[in-house]
T-cell receptor, first 114, second 110 residues
Framework: KAGVTQTPRYLIKTRGQQVTLSCSPI?????VSWYQQTPGQGLQFLFE???????NKGNFPGRFSGRQFSNSRSEMNVSTLELGDSALYLC?????????????FGQGTRLTVV | DQQVKQNSPSLSVQEGRISILNCDYT??????FLWYKKYPAEGPTFLIS?????DKNEDGRFTVFLNKSAKHLSLHIVPSQPGDSAVYFC?????????FGAGTRLTVKP
């Protein structure tokens, strides 16, 4: 079974630009969550999608948005990039948001904003 | 909102000794708890979990303890090995919610 795939692995953007990150979950998993990891801040929850619907959202500004497609693949978009958006963005998939199951993470997309 | 807290950013232990990583949570709705391990340039990988109906779960060298009344869980690694050096995240799950702590960097010295 293929794992969670995130593309691209690395990205460099300039302030003010926008960026789209992609996540393909494990086959059969319908829940996809996005996290931002910065040094000292751990994994900050961005949002979670299940069956193409956003089920939960963290405390991030509206510049951060996402969507999920019918095949469960998800994209995350950040508009008007700021230097502070530089981070590792992780996607995790699980069969459903509920239940006693673990989430499986991709390798992440390292975004650098200059 | 820090619903899951790992108050020790780092921990250093000698090879062969016990490593104890701690985690506290505030939300009583959390009923499933997990530990993840993360190496640099990789995504976190699942290590061990525990349901709120248990107070201990063991898997080889790894044991997780849950104290519901104190809203506290801990991960014990015995014996610690240099390959265990990584960042460890605890996570708590309840309803549609899954939250992570800030992580503890464990260094196991040979």
């Amino acid at each position: 079974k293929a794992g969670v795939t995130q593309t691209p692995r690395y990205l460099i953007k300039t302030r003010g630009q926008q960026v789209t990150l992609s996540c393909s979950p494990i086959s059969g998993h319908r829940s996809v969550s996005w996290y931002q990891q910065t040094p000292g801040q751990g994994l900050q929850f961005l949002f979670e999608y299940f069956s193409e619907t956003q089920r939960n959202k963290g405390n991030f500004p509206g510049r951060f948005s996402g969507r999920q497609f019918s095949n469960s693949r998800s994209e995350m978009n950040v508009s008007t990039l700021e230097l502070g958006d530089s981070a590792l963005y992780l996607c995790a998939s699980s069969p459903s948001p509920r239940g006693r199951t673990e989430a499986f993470f991709g390798q992440g997309t390292r975004l650098t904003v200059v | 909102d820090q619903q899951v807290k790992q108050n020790s950013p780092s921990l250093s232990v000698q090879e062969g000794r016990i490593s104890i990583l701690n985690c506290d949570y505030t939300n009583s709705m959390f009923d499933y708890f997990l530990w993840y391990k993360k190496y640099p340039a990789e995504g976190p990988t699942f290590l061990i979990s525990i349901s709120s109906i248990k107070d201990k779960n063991e898997d080889g060298r790894f044991t997780v303890f849950l104290n519901k009344s104190a809203k506290h869980l801990s991960l014990h690694i015995v014996p610690s090995q240099p390959g265990d050096s990584a960042v460890y995240f605890c996570a708590a799950k309840g309803g549609n919610d899954m939250r992570f702590g800030a992580g503890t960097r464990l260094t196991v010295k040979p």
